[in-house]
């Protein structure tokens, strides 16, 4: 049995019921990752610490007494801060920075019994698409084209190393992390389930920090049922995140029915599909006709707002990244530079030296919308027309149960085909922005593969902690849609 | 300055995977009214960003963020008055008593400490 080759819940249900150990299965995937170490999916690879956490979860399964993820193998993407294991958010500013503490999301994975493979691959700060903003390197997917299986294909970002180490089995399943897309878009390029929660389920303390009102925590995964599960594990009430929800978290798994999608009201937001290119347009009417012989019922819902929700995003999301990224200066922690002089030379050329150019280039757009004199025309409208688009949903919320989208606008693209010009780069995340803007939760599971061979991703979203209710009908898409049945064997 | 506009439409980005929908965003602009970020204002940004710019990314640094400014622009046509500013996500902001709880050490925060002396980071001089 090649132990890659489970899900998590398959690969939970080994250790169980003792059909392998969580140290051979750890092995297995240190095994994994050595031969595919071109995809650069890891920034830190932590083996040794792996197979200690591995021999204890073994211990405790012997015991009985084990954990949601006892002896699980995942990945973590390295802006969850990990006690005594450098975490660089994929940045040079961090390259050394080795926090003194856990953050709360990955301490409720270990003491969930995880086993940590290591900090996978990100775009910079979490800024970018492709996973190729990285001051590491860029991450590549497994999937290959079947026009061109020569070409390099982005995993999709900023949570790409994440999705290219799940696809590529270097681990069960990884933490991502969402500020305008960076868990759904890498899942859909990547073939793979991707759960952004509400915003304030996950608690966002030791998150290296983004954009604080959009930033949450989410599993990256095979399966909607190890969605279920892991997002479980990772989410909870944190009195240290003043921003986390102090509701109950749900036994996802236990109460995951693709059945409950009967009676069901799914919306169709024609603002989102009337301009999808014919590939995209097919997966998405098939998505709705899955939806429907499901028993679930289809209308229209309207959106008005969405043409304006990315460059609402655009003000927003670097607004607060500007002010967020202002601690780091040289002075506590991360980049100094070495050359001399005033103290504002300092923070002048430590930030210069250690921040990337797409970094660079929001911070410049966030502290331009916030200076004097623009911010009512850019910030506080932005902020305005936020409320709008939370509006919008509201509405839409009162006639229908979920909202079925695209995730991305079309497959995964080659690395040497990317888009030049940043604002191309930003349109990838036009079906997932709004929904960080409004805090709503909202699931990619993969539908079918593209032309080319490439996967493709249906995106639905849901009000205010409806998390059940999505996994429930991402069952119902997954059920229908087959998709394990296409993957092909990367390694081949 | 049209130039930047249709540069996503030239780009090497195979036509076939363009976002259709971008097209229409930019048949949004208001041709007649593109606004001008001078080098003088990407200097005064840089500086309160605290980021060094040699003097030749100034003007790229120009024309990049006038590019997405312009872009940003088209939400200067919507209606927001009357909208009220609440908090963005509506969150209930919980207290906790105000009391001192262990947190970390002194060793514990030094240890990422670029420069350290005496317990201290180390910086250039500030007061003159």
Known sequence: ?????????????????????????????????????????????????????????????????????????????????????????????????????????????????????????MDEFAMGSANITSAYGPSISPWKRTDNPAKQIVPGGSSGGSSAAVAARMCLAATGSDTGGSIRQPASFCGLVGIKPTYGLCSRWGMVAFASSLDQAGPLTHTVADSALMLQAMAGYDAKDATCANVPIPDYLKDLNAGAVKGMRIGIALEYIDRLNDEMKALFNQGVEWLRSAGATIHEVSLSTTPYALPTYYIIAPAEASSNLAR??????????????????????????????????????????????????????????????????????????????????????????????????YLNDIFTVTVNLAGLPAISVPAGLSGRGLPLGLQLIGPKFSEQTLFNAAKALEDSANFREKVPNHDA | ????????????????????????????????????????????VARLARLHLEAQEVSKAQSELMGIFNWIDQLQAIEVSGIELHNAQDIIMHERPDVVEPDTTVKAVLANAPQAQHDMFTVPKVVE
């Open chain 1, 1 to 121: 049995m090649d132990l890659t080759q489970l899900t998590l819940t398959e690969a939970r249900e080994a250790l169980l019921t003792k059909k392998c150990s969580a140290a051979e299965l750890t092995q297995a995937f240190i095994g994994q990752m050595e031969k595919n170490r071109a995809l650069n999916a890891y920034i830190t690879q932590t083996p040794d610490q792996a197979l200690e956490q591995a021999k204890a979860a073994d211990k405790r399964l012997a015991h009985g007494n084990a954990g949601l993820m006892e002896g699980l193998p995942i990945g973590m993407k390295d802006l969850f801060c990990s006690k005594g294991i450098r975490t660089t958010s994929g940045s040079r500013m961090l390259e050394n920075f080795v926090p003194s503490y856990e953050s709360t999301v990955s301490h409720n994975l270990l003491s969930q019994g995880a086993v940590v493979l290591g900090k996978t691959n």
């Open chain 1, 328 to 425: 780091y200066d040289g002075v506590r922690y991360g980049h100094r530079t070495d050359r001399g002089g005033s103290i504002d030379a300092l923070y002048e050329h430590s930030r210069r030296e250690g921040f990337g150019e797409e970094v660079r280039r929001r911070i410049m757009i966030g502290t331009y919308v916030l200076s004097a004199g623009y911010y009512d025309a850019y910030y506080t409208r932005a902020q305005k027309v936020r409320r709008l688009i939370k509006a919008d949903f509201n509405r839409a919320f009162e006639e229908v149960d979920l909202i079925l989208t695209p995730t991305t606008p079309a497959e995964a693209f080659a690395l040497d085909e990317r888009p030049t010009d940043p604002i191309e780069m």
């Open chain 2, 1 to 44: 300055m049209l130039e930047r506009s249709c540069a996503p439409l030239l780009s090497p980005y195979p036509s076939r995977q363009k976002p259709v929908i971008y097209a229409t965003m930019m048949l949004n602009f208001r041709g007649f009214n593109f606004m001008v970020i001078s080098q003088s204002d990407i200097e005064k």
